[in-house]
């Protein structure tokens, strides 16, 4: 496998990326002849074959955009086709930009101290690192001011907990750089992973922020976490690429997110300050920030107006402008993943409830943002809300009824959509076996993680920061 990659290589480029459209249509065939079957019954059945045609035709789409269509923004120069009438309004970086990076900790005694020294030992130079103790209660401050002594870092101590979202606000109080990067506590970066992704904002001066390529840092941990490794692989690869495509990945991850100073500065005061149905939303929502980012032309002047006050919008005051957001798909960073259930069930109705607070923001303004990045979005909410009832349907209603051949075809379908996202891990991997565990990810996510959004939904007022894996 790994000869035929040094082979494609060194392929002209223009020859490689025929091999990669005709490949990845042979491999999308399977799923093309699914749907070539099923629109001739459509009209009979429009109810029951209408939403699998709905997720076979979005599921090829996304695949043939993430492996034809994407370039690393790290690697590739700009697109000739991105050059429009706005081109000019935005100012590119200097060749080498002062950098922030910036983590927020609570009570992360026994992996603090590995985030924080892949944060320094990055090839970036220059960076100031800034780590902000959210009044943590076990020893974690002790860690703090032992690599505080050996490391070139600042450390802020709060002495009152206030947040992921205020504590990283807080500490933006001493940031300077022109770039600034955020991570999460229980993360490692590759040592080049920083270095590429302010290469990417350099080189193309468009974009806002862009996003890195986050693994399972415990992988190996059970088989929860295997799932999880294999999960994120696709969500990255393919999502996040198919959505740079159109210049709106719409969630720059936390584990490595990086922006220009002038695409967020403005806007953090309203991202530490968010309301969401009359109480703060205190969670830390990459999702809210990133959708700043996106919908400021937008959005931007009546978010500055609200915090006039602050000094994050008194003291300067940066233009509202179109910026586009991607994915460095050679920035790599590794977090850690719950590898028990009720942890991961935590993890991911916070999940939900981010992508409820994010529906009802970034929802009102992606549409104008183009038809490609409307309908990735709008696409994924759809999914995302028919779930639940779809799951009602299949696992509950037609059961009772006798209709076990249709709960039958729909679980086969959710293996077959699962199959496929475990062959595409296969492939990029190398021929990993860890495939299979896709297919764990695929039922869980269909017969159980649906109902948590309802729930979310119901509980969303509540309030905790919470971050563990164990």
Known sequence: MEGVRERLRRLDPGIQHGIRRVATLVLLFPLLLLLGRAIPSLLQAPLLLGYGCLVLTSTIVIFYLAYTRYADPAVHPPRAHRR????????????????????AVRNEESGIEACVRSMVAGDAEGVQVIVVDDASTDGTPDVLRDLARRLPIEVLFLEENVGKKRALVRGMERATG??????????????????????????????????????????DQSMLSRAQDVWYEGQFRVIKAAESVFGAVVCVSGPLAVFRRDAIYNYLPAWAEDRFLGAEFRFATDRQLTGYVLGQRYRGRALKRRHADSPFVRDVDYPELAWR???????????????RFRPFLRQQIRWKKSFIRSLFFTGTFIWRRGAGAAALYYGHVLWVLAAPVLVLRHLVWEPLNGMWLLTSLYLSGVVIKGCFWGLAFKFGEGGSSRWRYRLVMSLLSSVLLSWLLPYAAVTIRRRIWFRGAS
């Open 84 to 103: 429009g009438r706005d081109t000019d309004l935005f100012v590119p970086l200097p060749a080498q930009p002062t950098v922030s990076f910036l983590v």
């Open 178 to 219: 022109d770039v600034v990067a955020f991570t999460d506590s229980d993360c490692v970066l590759a040592a080049d992973a920083l270095s590429r992704c302010v290469t990417a904002l350099v080189r193309h001066p468009e974009l806002g922020a862009v996003s890195g390529h986050t693994r399972a840092l415990n992988a």
């Open 325 to 339: 957001t991607s994915y460095v798909r050679s920035a790599r960073v590794w977090t850690t993943v719950p590898a």
